[in-house]
């Protein structure tokens, strides 16, 4: 998988793919992730990217014109599968979300900055946006890392355990049960007993059980009405 991510602040997000599963995963060429500095496409002598809005009002807007020459380029070099774009006006990305875009091959992700992007940017270029909750954030960057590691880290081969990334929560509109490592008893609290068991029916009962209780208690709009 590729993602190019067309940034005005890069070097924001560089940290979290130096790291960890993400580093791992560059490393195993599972994915590559590719920065651009947006005012690298401006013709202004100051590398200008905003301007103030048509109409009046507070803000700045990023300009058209740097954002679909960078946008054109990177589209004239290979196919995407999704030009997305983080704001807050997107769709709330959950991990169905997350599911279906670790299966494509290239994905654009647009940080928006100011107040956002020229209406003409979306119009000509975007076919997904999404936003990773409700409330602002300065930028588009950390958005964008949030969603980077969320569809990275479902990759065959990215996780030690590919397991693991189908017990997560949310993957089956559960949250994850309760878990418990060693010691079995720890300032009177105990691991429950049918962990020990080794009765793997039973615990997988168990775990299904107690995801539910936490789901209807803390969660309970991820339910359907038959639960």
């Not at 300065?138 to 569809?151: K, N, P, R, S």
């Not at 793997?200 to 789901?215: C, H, M, S």
Request: aromatic share 6%; charged share 30%; hydrophobic share 35%.
């Amino acid at each position: 998988m590729r993602i190019d991510i067309i940034s005005v602040l890069p070097e924001l997000m560089e940290s979290p793919f130096q790291t960890s599963i993400l580093k791992r995963a560059m490393e195993k060429g599972l994915a590559e992730v590719h920065f651009h500095q947006l005012r690298d496409w401006s013709t202004g002598k100051h590398r200008q990217v905003d301007d103030e809005p048509y109409g009046g009002g507070a803000g700045m807007v990023m300009m058209v014109e740097p954002l679909d020459k960078c946008i054109s380029e990177l589209k004239s070099q290979r196919n995407y599968d999704e030009i997305i774009y983080l704001t807050p006006e997107g769709e709330t990305l959950n991990q169905k979300i997350a599911n279906t875009l670790s299966i494509k091959e290239n994905l654009m992700l647009i940080c928006g900055h100011y107040k956002g992007i020229d209406q003409r940017v979306r119009d000509l270029h975007i076919t997904k946006e999404i936003s990773i909750g409700d409330y602002v954030l300065t930028g588009g960057e950390l958005a964008a890392c949030v969603l980077a590691d969320a569809i990275i880290r479902l990759l065959p081969g990215v996780l030690n355990d590919e397991q693991s990334a189908l017990t997560d929560s949310f993957q089956d509109n559960l949250l994850s049960p309760p878990i418990y490592t060693r010691p079995e008893e720890y300032k009177g609290l105990k691991v429950p007993e049918v962990l020990l068991s080794g009765n793997f029916g039973k615990i997988e009962e168990w775990r299904y059980e107690e995801a539910l209780r936490v789901t209807r208690e803390r969660r309970p709009d991820l339910l359907s009405e038959d639960f």
